[in-house]
């Protein structure tokens, strides 16, 4: 997996800190926590949707370092939504994460999400 030196640590990190809201599949639930397998991906087709993906509340405030959490993103990426990866996909890097993380989104990511999600409904 690009990206992913380490993917035992990954899973086991996703597990850890994602695993509990995201469900072990990926699927979330209909009510506060959306789906990953199938969709992740698709983020990064949008503009400014692979800033998204690193800067929603439960990814930029984990308790992971960058090299680690750089790593779960592209494990995650790959492992429930590779068919969807950009050609030419880039993995996050550590620098990347560090700073995008720095401006997590709080009040404004259901309408940034809300905004996305039109724009990669409209690509399908």
């Known amino acids: 997996m ?3 030196p380490d993917p ?7 597990m850890l800190k994602c695993q509990g809201c ?3 599949d990926g699927a979330g639930n209909a009510i ?3 789906p990953l397998a199938g969709t992740v991906a ?3 087709t949008a503009p400014g949707g692979r800033q998204f993906v690193a800067r929603v509340p439960g990814v930029a405030m984990v308790d992971l370092d960058d090299v680690r959490l750089a790593q779960l993103l592209n494990w995650t ?3 429930f939504d590779a068919s969807h990866l ?4 880039t993995p996050y890097t550590p620098a990347e994460i560090a700073t995008l993380r720095r401006q997590p989104l709080r009040l404004d ?11 990669i409904g409209k690509d399908r």
């Open 2 to 4: 690009a990206g992913v």
């Open 8 to 14: 035992a640590q990954a899973r086991v990190d996703y």
């Open 22 to 24: 995201h469900q072990p």
């Open 32 to 34: 506060n926590t959306p």
């Open 42 to 44: 698709r983020f990064l």
């Open 77 to 79: 990426l790959q492992r």
């Open 86 to 89: 950009p050609a030419g996909f």
């Open 109 to 119: 990511r259901a309408a940034v999400r809300a905004a996305l999600m039109q724009h």
